[in-house]
């Protein structure tokens, strides 16, 4: 696989294109966005914040970070590329936007498959400065941005690919970036998914949603797959960083963060699902 840089960026400000001078990138208008020491550009306005340091913490991506370096994960990570590399013939070029990055363990994995030398385009982004900040420590070549699901820095139509890892789905702006029949690929827990913590931390759990729902306005169905295996945590540390790196960190009583804290080791059930969209036109 060879990663090439991604260029369509568009102003935050104004929707103008971005383009690359030295140490950031400018729109005509002459706004300016400068790259980080660790390589990625915030282009999150202050205004667009919902608060002064939106998305997960530092701590909730160290946590990450260990965990799926682990190779816990690995299963849904193969997965995820070979849906996105079946999309297109072998040695065509995409541009894939992965919205709600994180430490950018999943887009590194795809441009770690060997696929005869296929370019890819990349984009990580995030809210979570500290999410995007750890990405672009761990890939140069990728390009990685602080922003929002509800106003991608893309210009429309410029997009191959998708991928929404567990996030925040806002069908409107996906569609506006892909190109038609460009793949949105979403990624939801299943039922079952990391039930055994789940159990251990909630009194009761809640009903299953509903995984069957029809595509958004302006995609139709482009199939869909369950990776399920189970995965066994054979230390307290990596436990905790399980915990940690979820909402249910803040979601547990006190008493079932301690009972989960306390476990020297636990087997959990993997239970993901792959809903595959493709743009309409």
């Keep these: 696989m060879s990663v090439v840089p991604f260029k369509a960026l568009r102003c935050p400000l104004d929707g103008a294109p971005l383009s690359r001078v030295d140490g950031g990138w400018r729109c005509p208008q002459g706004h300016s966005f400068d790259v980080s020491r660790q390589g990625h550009v915030n282009l999150l306005p202050v205004q667009n914040k919902r608060s002064r340091d939106p998305g997960d913490s530092k701590l909730m991506i160290a946590a990450r970070r260990r965990f799926l370096e682990a190779g816990h994960y690995q299963a849904i990570a193969g997965a995820v590329s070979r849906r996105i590399l079946a999309h297109a013939p072998e040695r065509t070029p995409l541009a894939v936007l992965d919205a709600g990055c ?33 990405a672009a420590g761990q890939d140069k070549r990728m390009a990685w941005v602080v922003g929002s699901n509800a106003a991608l820095p893309v210009p429309d139509q410029s997009l191959d690919v998708v991928l929404c890892m567990f ?72 436990i905790e960083d399980l915990l940690v790196m979820t909402p249910h960190l803040y979601r547990a009583s006190a008493e079932g963060r301690e009972r989960a804290l306390a476990l020297e080791q636990l087997d959990i059930t993997l239970d993901v699902h792959l809903k595959a969209s493709l743009r309409n036109g």
């Design 102 to 134: 994180g430490e950018g363990y999943y887009l590194r994995a795809l441009a770690g498959v060997n696929d005869g030398g296929r370019e890819l385009a990349v984009l990580g982004l995030d809210i979570s400065r500290w999410a995007v900040q750890a």
């Design 167 to 238: 996030g925040f789905p806002t069908p409107a702006e996906f569609a506006r970036v892909l190109k038609p029949g460009g793949l949105l690929l979403e990624i939801e827990a299943g039922p079952d998914h990391l039930r055994e913590l789940r159990e251990i931390i909630y009194p009761t759990l809640k009903a299953p949603r509903d995984m069957s729902s029809a595509p958004a306005d302006g995609f139709h169905a482009g199939g869909s797959e369950t990776v399920r295996e189970t995965c066994r945590l054979g230390q307290r540390d990596e």
